[in-house]
């Protein structure tokens, strides 16, 4: 027995099948033992389902208690304040934004400081130290090439 019949014996048991389908699962109850258990199980369920639902009453009217849920609703968007504006104005923007701010205001204050700050100055100034005393190091760099060579050499 696959799903679609499943849904649709669910289907015929609550009264939404239409008539032609209505009929081809009468004649699947009639031919399948499986289907048939499977009506019964289901029958049984919806009969104590139905029987047993616990009913909750409220102490106001509906329309009252539904009142009280949108003006708590109306209650909170008060006090946080205008929609679309609220999270441009917040102080979470705050922070990056000034750390942005501050990173270029440093970057300039280097570049004035410097007469240029290129790219290739800031590539350029590189150390290389070790602490192997057995090593040698011997380095090249051509500008007009764009290149750098190191040459480690052990003793």
């Known amino acids: 027995m696959n799903r679609d019949f499943q849904l649709k014996l669910q289907a015929y048991l609550d009264g939404e099948l239409p008539p032609q389908e209505t009929e081809k699962v009468i004649h699947s109850l009639r031919t399948d033992p499986e289907a048939l258990a499977l009506h019964e199980e289901l029958k049984l369920t919806k009969s104590l389902l139905q029987g047993n639902e ?3 009453k409220l102490g106001e009217s509906r ?3 539904w009142s009280k849920i949108c003006r708590e609703i109306g209650r909170d968007n008060q ?3 205008p929609g679309p504006l609220r999270g441009l104005v917040s102080w979470r923007w705050f922070v990056p934004v000034g750390g942005v701010v501050a990173l270029l205001a440093i970057f300039a204050a280097l570049s004035v400081k410097n007469g240029s700050l290129s790219l290739q100055r800031l590539a350029s100034a590189q150390e290389t130290e070790t602490h192997l005393e057995d090593m040698s190091l011997i380095s ?4 007009s090439e764009g290149i750098s060579v190191v040459w480690l050499n052990s003793r």
Do not use: A, C, N
């Not at 090249?140 to 500008?143: A, G, L, T, V, Y």
């Open 54 to 56: 616990l009913e909750i």
């Open 63 to 65: 329309e009252f208690y």
């Open 140 to 143: 090249f760099r051509s500008e």
């Open 79 to 81: 006090r946080k304040g």
